[in-house]
């Protein structure tokens, strides 16, 4: 069942068309991905949603509730997470959620919420003292303290190292495993390929398609590469013509050969037949990436 519809949403900055008519809809219980370019139009698309941003056109619901017109009512089942730069240096983790939790009817007990984070033992730690990693949980924690129905993350893991990005992650599934809906406002590929159930990809202010990560990929026909070298001269035509091929390419003494169907079996049978060895043979399937350059032109710079 959705619990958010987003219909013909239409949002402008003087001349500047940041969103012009996205639609989509999430369903409970799912991590909803946004992906996109900077400036894409993202950041803007889930702040009319969380009621921060009124749209110039087009209806949005939140729990059937009008983000506008009921913004109290939606502040007790929708939480943000906060940028960084909202809370001051000096405040104590345990003040700041003391402080949130204050704004709420029935609170969760924050303890809790940093014991599961990982951070209980920084409640007393100001939040200028904390890690990027760390000052991430807080601002995870302060979204989750309302004991919101949906959680809206933008950006949650630009700036951490790789493993702390993983360690959020395994964060934002847990808190999706506990029944919450998350939307992910993110600008990377793996993160939204590795965490969504269904990703929206906008590309200046349209949507470009919204699907399972796996349903974007399968549109490019299941195409693989398949790498190799070969540590006897074979001709690359012996490739060529095989039905599961589509291109073949030498990169230095590497061959690529990019196709689809049983394209490993092809190829291997063909360096058999020639009693060719292959050296550091790899497989590789299309992934995200690929289909977002299909779908929009462009590559995700990250
Ligand atoms: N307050 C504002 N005033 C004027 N223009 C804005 C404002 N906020 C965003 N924009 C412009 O609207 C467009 C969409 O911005 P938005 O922040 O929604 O994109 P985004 O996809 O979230 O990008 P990023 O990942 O860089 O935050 C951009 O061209 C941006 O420059």
Redesign the pocket.
């Known amino acids: 069942m959705a619990i958010i519809e987003v219909v013909d949403l239409v ?1 402008s ?2 001349e ?4 012009g008519g996205v639609s989509f809809t999430v369903d409970e219980g799912e991590i909803f991905g ?1 992906l ?12 009319c949603v969380e009621g921060l941003r009124a749209a110039d056109s087009g209806t949005i619901r939140v729990g059937g509730l009008d983000p506008r017109r009921d913004r109290a009512k939606v502040r007790e089942i929708l939480g943000a997470q906060l940028q960084q730069s909202e809370l001051p240096e000096r405040i104590r983790v345990g003040e700041a959620l003391e402080l949130y939790a204050s704004f709420y009817r029935e609170p969760a007990d924050w303890r809790e919420l940093l014991g599961l984070l990982g951070i209980a033992d920084r409640v007393d730690t100001q939040y200028r003292k904390l890690s990027g990693g760390q000052k991430q949980r807080v601002s995870i924690a302060l979204a989750l303290v309302g004991r919101p129905r949906i959680a809206v993350l ?2 949650l893991t630009t700036g951490l190292d790789p493993q702390a990005r993983r360690d959020t992650w395994s964060l934002v599934e847990r808190v999706r495993d506990s029944g919450v809906t998350v939307v992910l ?1 993110t ?1 990377f590929m793996e993160e939204a390929e590795r965490l969504c159930d269904r990703l929206a990809l ?1 590309d200046a ?1 349209k949507l470009v398609a919204v699907d399972s990560p796996a349903g974007l990929v399968a549109r490019l026909g299941g195409e693989q590469t398949v790498r190799f070298r070969p540590t006897t001269p074979i001709g690359t035509e012996l490739f060529d013509v095989l039905p599961e091929v589509s291109s073949v390419q030498r990169h230095g003494s590497q061959v690529v050969v990019t196709g689809t169907g049983n394209l490993l079996h092809a190829v291997t049978s063909v360096l058999a037949r020639n009693q060719v060895v292959a050296a550091d043979l790899r497989i590789e399937q299309a992934g995200l990436d690929d289909a977002f350059i299909r779908l929009t032109g462009k590559a995700l710079s990250e």
């Open positions: 949002k900055y003087d500047k068309v940041a969103v946004i996109g370019p900077n400036g894409a139009g993202k950041t803007t698309t889930v702040e933008d950006e406002v600008h906008i202010g």
